[in-house]
């Protein structure tokens, strides 16, 4: 079986960076790219058309909705993984609606995250 394309978005350096070490040191995993840019994270997926984005809708710009809706609108290769840091029930609907496959928290360990991702491509 072939590891699931993964595109990271996330506006924390840290956040974003750890993630992409932890998710990429995984066989079943391939981290095709990682950026703190929604936008550019648009053309990424457009060019690399991943399996699954990984985005936080928490940012610090507060268009975490708007980059999920043109996001899910325009990667019709891609399913939607959002990765938040904590649960809002209101975003979580609009997140649903938008196109999200899912709604997960960030401290949810690796293995669980792992299952996450791979259930929405199969």
Same mark, same amino acid.
């Given at each position: 079986?072939?590891?699931?394309?993964?595109? /990271?978005?996330?506006?924390?350096?840290?956040?974003? *960076?750890?993630?992409?070490?932890? =998710?990429?040191?995984?066989?079943?995993?391939?981290?095709?790219?990682?950026?703190?840019?929604? *936008?550019?994270? =648009? $053309?990424?997926?457009? &060019?690399? &058309?991943?399996?699954?984005?990984? #985005? *936080?809708?928490?940012?610090?710009?507060?268009?975490? !909705?708007?980059?999920? $809706?043109? /996001?899910?609108?325009?990667?019709?290769?891609?399913?939607? #993984?959002? !990765?938040?840091? +904590? !649960?809002?029930?209101?975003?979580?609907?609009?997140? @649903?609606?938008?196109?999200?496959? @899912? +709604?997960? !928290?960030?401290?949810?360990?690796?293995?669980?995250?792992?299952? *996450?991702? $791979?259930?929405?491509?199969?």
């Amino acid at each position: 079986m072939n590891p699931t394309r993964l595109l /990271i978005i996330d506006d924390h350096d840290a956040v974003r *960076e750890a993630l992409r070490a932890r =998710l990429g040191a995984l066989p079943e995993i391939e981290v095709v790219g990682c950026t703190g840019s929604w *936008e550019v994270g =648009l $053309q990424r997926a457009l &060019e690399l &058309e991943p399996d699954v984005v990984l #985005i *936080e809708t928490k940012r610090a710009d507060g268009k975490g !909705l708007e980059a999920l $809706q043109c /996001i899910t609108d325009r990667c019709s290769c891609a399913d939607v #993984i959002v !990765l938040t840091s +904590y !649960l809002d029930a209101e975003e979580r609907a609009a997140a @649903r609606s938008s196109g999200a496959a @899912r +709604y997960l !928290l960030k401290d949810i360990d690796s293995t669980r995250l792992v299952s *996450e991702i $791979q259930s929405v491509t199969r």
